[in-house]
Every structure is written in structure tokens, then in C-alpha cells.
């Protein structure tokens, strides 16, 4: 390999260090394109040399121990990490901290120290697949004396690390890499790699070859979307190659599927231009909580969030219910559904505040103060078949054939066919009066197919708010909070709200808030967000240090808070999206007022900077820029 890989012998273990420096050569370019060939070869020889490596080394790019929906996670705690380079290193924790402020990386720093630490027996070099054994134990140790066990295990790998490996795998264990690699960039480059695996291929000439890839790569992120488990497509890929992957793995109950989400427009105006030509549907947005509702043959149901995490311990009243909700015979199933607070006296649906107070963990089915009731928009997989792929008139026919409406239960989400302005007006009137948060349009015949993990131009909501004028929301990382004075004294007065840029893996600010919280709230975002606090800010926190800005107290990346704004606005101090709308200023938020805390998201599900940089998710149309003095404004 011309850029100077590391190479090892063909049947044995992938050395971590072949897969360090593939990570190197990745974190010193910006360009999408090298990133992939770099990524790319190196997995092509993986897959010639030791192919039954190729999982793990896809684990270890993507920084995860298993598959996303099984929420085992790494993010082992910044003490714990310094406590172990300080043994490794025989350094004190407190100059390893010294050098974390002025460096900023304990990932730099522990390769910067360790380089200096001479061993008299060096242990064996570390592969691949032993760092990730090594990680996953380390992920489930639990109980009383954890932290020692845990230091114990990452001093072993640290002390066998060379060259730049303690720095990836500090990172690893951090629980971010911080080298550009994102998820669709590895899953593009595996499928390259498994597509020039095939000789054929490697010799085709450069168009024909350019097509190849593009449809692997297409193939593979379509097959990953359906069925999100590494551990059983790359096993079949190298099996029975790409082009054949979508008949071995398919969507099936038990694995979460990415949800397909919908597009912002601004009125029914609008809907109505884009489906102008075609045949849609429109169904009440229930305004509660995503579920997805799996049943597998065995009997058992799960429900999963709308990022794949487990809900059935949240809601046991669901999975208790479920069996009367479909008929004889139905035997499996995927359900898309939205789980909404319900009143049993008043038989009706409760607003999603109402949800939010439900507890998430060790709920018993008997003491559920918050009752819920399923409204099932869509049905995905049925006895044996995925249905993805079927027109959404013709699944929305199975719901209603396979699945029985039990008052207060479960229902199928309402809906109405028509053309008529008006008459869609009426039924968003309807949807707001009963406790909905607007509508959802979706397109019933051509092009109605469902597309997992998709913002498809073919689900468009309308929102009360865009009516009312207002933009949709955004859902932002808290990074750090200012200390209160007055009558918030004793709790934060306000916080530095962040969005996401999924590219360069950072999380930039985009406001301070301190509008929107009742005194409740106030002391219980205290009470939550304490847990995550930092000694400092986080390399890869893009903020303007100023005595008006810095917080008193930085966070680690973990609440996401639904925050509503008046407006947009270039700005001198905020960094979001920059690059995207002005070469270097990012954009800010005026007038941002706190909604709800998004339980369901992720940090890095935050509304991302592509979002804050274009009009598709915000809802606001700034077309026009006016110059002001200090920044330039948004006109609406
Ligand atoms: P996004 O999912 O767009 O990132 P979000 O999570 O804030 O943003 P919304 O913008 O409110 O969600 O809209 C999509 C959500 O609406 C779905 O994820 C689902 O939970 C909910 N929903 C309610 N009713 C329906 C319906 N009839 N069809 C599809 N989704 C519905």
C-alpha cells in the first residue's frame, strides 16, 4: 500500500497497530474522498488477509462493542481513564491532569508519556480482536470493586501498547474516536472493500468499476438499515458477497430497524404542491413517544425507542397488553406506533407533558400511574415477511386485517383521504383539539415504500407551530451551565446549548438559554445533569472562551433538550454550523426557550449543523441575508 500501512502475515490476527495507523492516516486529512480509500484498503486487506477479523475491526472503527440496539456502551469515566495512564506511565494522576488541561487530549497525552516508559519484557503486540475482547470485558464489569478491575484491565492493554495505540485506545475508551470516521463512511468503504475483493471487479475499467461500488454501497446501507447487526451481514457478505446480501439478511422481529422520518413544510399549501401528482394520506401526530413494537415467533414482544433502545422495561402495560391488540394466527410482527399518555375516565389523549413524567425504569405493570394507548401508524414486517417494501395502502390493509383496536389500548392512528384544502383543515383542526400535535401527509400509492432511517421527502409533517408561525424545534447537547444567582441560587441560572456536526465530530454552541424552565425543572435538571460534569471542556467542543460565555461548569455530551427559538442569526460568538452559511461565523439562536428534555435522543442525535445550516428541518425560511451591524440577520 503506497501510503504506508502497516502489512501483516495472511491467516494471522489483524495487529492494532495496522488498524492505528489506518486511523492516523484518516485523522490527518479533512478529505472525504482519502478518508474512504484509506479506510477501504486497509479493510480489503483484512478481508483477504484475515477475514474473520473484519467484524471487529468494523467495531473498533465505528467505537462500539456490539450492535447499537444492545446499548452496551464504552465511555469509561475521565478519572478512571487518568488513574490508569498515571499507573501505566508511573506518573502522578495530577500532573497526567496537568497535561490534560494544556493538551486538551488524554488520548495525546498517554501516547506522549507512554513513549517515554521502557518495559523490561514487553508484552505480545495487540491485535485487533484481543482489544476488543478486552473492551467488551471491560464494559461489562460491574459491582463493588469495578473501578479497580477496570483500571487493571486498561493498564494491561496500555502497557502493551506501542507507538500511536495508546491514543486510539484512550479514545476508544473514552467513548469517542475523533478521527472523521463516520458510520456512512464505513459502511460505503466496507462496501467497497467487499466489492474489489472480487477480482473481477478490481480489473473492470474505472466507469464500469465506479457503478459496481455505488451499488454495493447502496446495497449495504440499505441491508444495514433493515437489519442494524454487524455480527450477522459482514459474516454473510464475505459468504455470499454483496449483490446477494439482501436474501440472507433481511428485516426480522427482535432487531430495531432505523425509523423513517418525515420533512418539515410549512403549510397545507405546501403539502399540497408537493403531492400535487400523487395519491397521500393524511393521519393525526400523536404527540407522545416513537415505539416500535416487535413481535417474534416465540411469543416474546419488545419495544424499542425511536433510537433503538429497549423500552419494555419502561413499558410492561404495553408488552402485557399486546396479545389481545392482534387475531389468531398472526404469529410475528414489527408495529410503528406512537405510545401517547391516555385518560381512562375522560377517554382521551393526555399532552405529551403528561408522558414525560412516566417513570423509564423498573416499572411494574400494576403501579403505572401514566396509562398509555398505542396508536399504530404502520405495519413492517408480518408473519415471516418484511413489508418495507410494499406500497403503504397495501400494509395499512394487513394493519387493519391482523390487528384488533382495544379502547384505550390500542387504536390505529386516524386518517382521511382528500384533496381538499379545506377539508384537510378541518382534520388538522381536529388533530390540535384532541391533544395532537398537527399532522402527518404521507404518500399512499407510488412511492409510498417505507424507508428505514430515511428523512423522506415522502412522510411531510405539519406542525401546529409552523402554522402559528414558528419554526420547528431543535434538540441540543446541554455542554455547560452558568451557576444562578438570585432566585436561582442553588441551581443553574442558564445553560450553553450545542448542536452537532456529525463531519468534523464536534459539538459547537449555538445559544445560551435561560428561558422556559419552571423552578421544577430547574432543580431537577440540576439534580440530572450533575452526574456529567467535566473538569473541563472537551477537545472537541467548539465555543468562544469570553467572560460573558464561558460556563461555570462543562458537561460531558449527554442531555438533549427540545428547545424552541424565534429566530436565526449569524453570529459573532456562536459557532454552529459554521462554514456552512458564513465562511466563518457559525449561526445562533434568538430568543431559544426551553420545551422538554428528549429522553429518546442521543447527544450525537442532536439536531446536527447540516440541519441549523439549511431550511429543511428548521422550518424558518432565511432566504435572504440583511446586514446589520455586528452580524447579519435572517429575514423571514
Ligand atoms: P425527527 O424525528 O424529525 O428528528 P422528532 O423526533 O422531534 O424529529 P417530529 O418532528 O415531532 O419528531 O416528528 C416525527 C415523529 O412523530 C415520529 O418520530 C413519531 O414519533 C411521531 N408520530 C406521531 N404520529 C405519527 C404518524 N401518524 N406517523 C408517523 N409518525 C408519527
Given at each position: 500500500m503506497s501510503h504506508g500501512s502497516l502489512k501483516w502475515k495472511p491467516g494471522s490476527a489483524v495487529p492494532y497497530a495496522a488498524l492505528c495507523k489506518t486511523f492516523e492516516l484518516i485523522d490527518a486529512t479533512t478529505k472525504r474522498l482519502q478518508i474512504l480509500a484509506y479506510l477501504t484498503t486497509f479493510l480489503k486487506q483484512v478481508i483477504e488477509r484475515s477475514p474473520d477479523d473484519l467484524v471487529a475491526c468494523i467495531y473498533l472503527c465505528l467505537n462500539r462493542i456490539g450492535p447499537e440496539y444492545e446499548g452496551k456502551e464504552l465511555g469509561i469515566g475521565e478519572s478512571i481513564?487518568?488513574?490508569?495512564?498515571?499507573?501505566?506511565t508511573g506518573l502522578s494522576a495530577q500532573s497526567i491532569k496537568q497535561d490534560v488541561a494544556e493538551q486538551g487530549d488524554l488520548g495525546t497525552v498517554a501516547q506522549a508519556r507512554r513513549g517515554h516508559q521502557k518495559t523490561m519484557f514487553p508484552p505480545p503486540p495487540l491485535t485487533v480482536a484481543s482489544v476488543l475482547k478486552t473492551l467488551r470485558e471491560i464494559a461489562n464489569i460491574t459491582g463493588q470493586s469495578s473501578q479497580a478491575l477496570k483500571i487493571n484491565k486498561i493498564n494491561k492493554l496500555l502497557v502493551a501498547c506501542?507507538?500511536?495505540?495508546?491514543?486510539?485506545?484512550?479514545r476508544s475508551l473514552e467513548?469517542?474516536?475523533?478521527?472523521?470516521?463516520?458510520?456512512?463512511?464505513?459502511?460505503?468503504?466496507l462496501a467497497h472493500a467487499g466489492a474489489l475483493a472480487d477480482p473481477k471487479v478490481e480489473k473492470m475499467g474505472e466507469e464500469k468499476r465506479a457503478a459496481v461500488l455505488s451499488e454495493a454501497a447502496a446495497t449495504l446501507k440499505h441491508v444495514y438499515n433493515e437489519l442494524p447487526n454487524y455480527d450477522e451481514i459482514i459474516p454473510a457478505m464475505l459468504t455470499h458477497g454483496i449483490p446477494a446480501l439482501p436474501l440472507h439478511c433481511k428485516l426480522r422481529p427482535g432487531v430495531p430497524l432505523k425509523p423513517m422520518l418525515a420533512h418539515p413544510t410549512k403549510s397545507l399549501l405546501d403539502v399540497l404542491n408537493r403531492f400535487e401528482n400523487v395519491e397521500f394520506t393524511c393521519e393525526y401526530k400523536y404527540d407522545g413517544e416513537r415505539a416500535q413494537i416487535h413481535l417474534i415467533e416465540s411469543g416474546d414482544v419488545m419495544v424499542y425507542s425511536r433510537n433503538s433502545e429497549n423500552l419494555s422495561v419502561k413499558y410492561p402495560d404495553i408488552v402485557e397488553a399486546l396479545?389481545?391488540?392482534?387475531?389468531?394466527?398472526?404469529?410475528?410482527?414489527?408495529?410503528?406506533?406512537e405510545a401517547v399518555a391516555w385518560d381512562r375516565e375522560k377517554q382521551c389523549i393526555l399532552p405529551f407533558q403528561v408522558l414525560s413524567t412516566r417513570k423509564r425504569?423498573?416499572?411494574?405493570?400494576?403501579?403505572?400511574?401514566?396509562?398509555?394507548?398505542?396508536?399504530?401508524?404502520?405495519?413492517?414486517?408480518?408473519?415471516?415477511?418484511?413489508?418495507?417494501?410494499e406500497t403503504l395502502q397495501t400494509r395499512r390493509a394487513l394493519l387493519i386485517e391482523h390487528f384488533i383496536e382495544v379502547p384505550g389500548v390500542f387504536a390505529l392512528a386516524k386518517h382521511m383521504e382528500s384533496k381538499d384544502v379545506e377539508e384537510i383543515q378541518t382534520f388538522l383542526d381536529e388533530a390540535v383539539v384532541g391533544n395532537c400535535e398537527g399532522l402527518m401527509v404521507k404518500t399512499l400509492?407510488?412511492?409510498?415504500?417505507?424507508?428505514?432511517?430515511?428523512?423522506?421527502?415522502?412522510?411531510?409533517?405539519?406542525?401546529?407551530d409552523y402554522l402559528a408561525g414558528l419554526g420547528d424545534t431543535f434538540d441540543l447537547c446541554v455542554i455547560g451551565a452558568y451557576v444562578g444567582r438570585g432566585k436561582r441560587t442553588g441551581v443553574y441560572g442558564a445553560f450553553l446549548l450545542a448542536c452537532y456536526d456529525e463531519e468534523r465530530e464536534e459539538w459547537q454552541s449555538i445559544c445560551k438559554i435561560g428561558t422556559g424552565f419552571t423552578e421544577s425543572d430547574l432543580t431537577t435538571l440540576h439534580a440530572t445533569l450533575t452526574p456529567h460534569i467535566i473538569p473541563s471542556p472537551r477537545s472537541y467542543y467548539r465555543y468562544t472562551d469570553s467572560p460573558n460565555l464561558t460556563p461555570d461548569v462543562?458537561?460531558?455530551p449527554h442531555a438533549v433538550w427540545e428547545v424552541k427559538a424565534a429566530d436565526l442569526s449569524v453570529s459573532p460568538v456562536h459557532h454552529a454550523a459554521v462554514g456552512l452559511v458564513d465562511r466563518n461565523k457559525?449561526?445562533?439562536?434568538?430568543?431559544?426557550?426551553?420545551?422538554?428534555?428528549?429522553?429518546?435522543?442521543?447527544?450525537?442525535?442532536?439536531?446536527?449543523?447540516?440541519?441549523?445550516?439549511?431550511?429543511n428541518v428548521v422550518g424558518f425560511c432565511f432566504v435572504c441575508f440583511v446586514e446589520e451591524a455586528g452580524g447579519v440577520e435572517f429575514e423571514q
Open positions: 481513564l487518568i488513574k490508569a495512564v498515571a499507573q501505566a506501542k507507538d500511536n495505540e495508546p491514543k486510539y485506545l484512550i467513548g469517542k474516536l475523533r478521527i472523521g470516521l463516520a458510520e456512512q463512511s464505513i459502511l460505503q468503504a396479545p389481545q391488540v392482534f387475531k389468531q394466527g398472526t404469529k410475528s410482527f414489527v408495529l410503528d406506533c425504569k423498573d416499572v411494574q405493570a400494576a403501579d403505572v400511574q401514566v396509562q398509555v394507548c398505542v396508536f399504530a401508524f404502520d405495519l413492517l414486517y408480518l408473519n415471516g415477511k418484511p413489508l418495507t417494501g400509492t407510488t412511492t409510498s415504500t417505507y424507508e428505514p432511517s430515511k428523512r423522506s421527502r415522502n412522510w411531510l409533517k405539519v406542525k401546529k462543562w458537561f460531558a457559525g449561526v445562533s439562536l434568538r430568543f431559544p426557550r426551553f420545551v422538554r428534555v428528549r429522553e429518546d435522543k442521543k447527544a450525537e442525535e442532536a439536531t446536527n449543523a447540516g440541519q441549523v445550516g439549511c431550511e
